[in-house]
């Protein structure tokens, strides 16, 4: 990580007041401090006293709700491989049904990796969306506003 930090140092000053990259200083720091804790942190009152900054928290988010997740690919999952079943329907013949024939995963309900398999390949096509789309709008209004992206 050292040459990391290196490189982001050398090319700090291209991006501060008055360098050439000035209007993609909200990008840089972003990435910047997604690698790296970054010095200021909050120390008095009424936020938290604490060493931890913002994006960690969010972090810690993230992990908390991890099993929320889960358990929403397993429950989606489940209810289609249910329906298949029940209706008595073929195996879906759309991209995610094709990835399951490949892998060699049935649609059986009551197989736990099966149903959360088949949840994930519903819930992450979702969330790239989400993600990049949220990404792109908080960049977006970071560098319009010269704030750093949280």
């Not at 913002?54 to 993230?62: A, E, Q, Y």
């Not at 398999?117 to 970071?142: D, H, K, Q, R």
């Amino acid at each position: 990580m050292r040459p990391l930090r290196k490189l982001l140092d050398k090319a700090e000053p291209l991006f501060e007041k008055g360098g050439r990259l000035e209007s993609y200083q909200a990008i840089y720091e972003m990435l910047d401090t997604l690698f790296y804790s970054p010095p200021d942190v909050s120390r008095h009152a009424p936020h938290v006293r604490d060493a931890i900054d913002l994006k960690r928290v969010m972090g810690l988010v993230v992990v908390g709700v991890l099993p929320c997740a889960l358990f929403g690919m397993w429950n989606t999952g489940h209810q289609a491989n249910l329906a298949i079943e029940q209706l008595g329907l073929p195996a879906p013949s759309d991209w995610r049904g094709a990835l399951m024939a490949a892998i060699g995963i049935g649609h059986d309900p009551q197989s736990v990796g099966a149903a959360t398999f088949y949840g994930l390949l519903y819930f992450v096509p979702i969330y790239a969306v989400t993600l990049a789309a949220g990404g792109l709008w908080e960049v977006l209004f970071a560098g319009i506003r010269n704030h750093e992206v949280n």
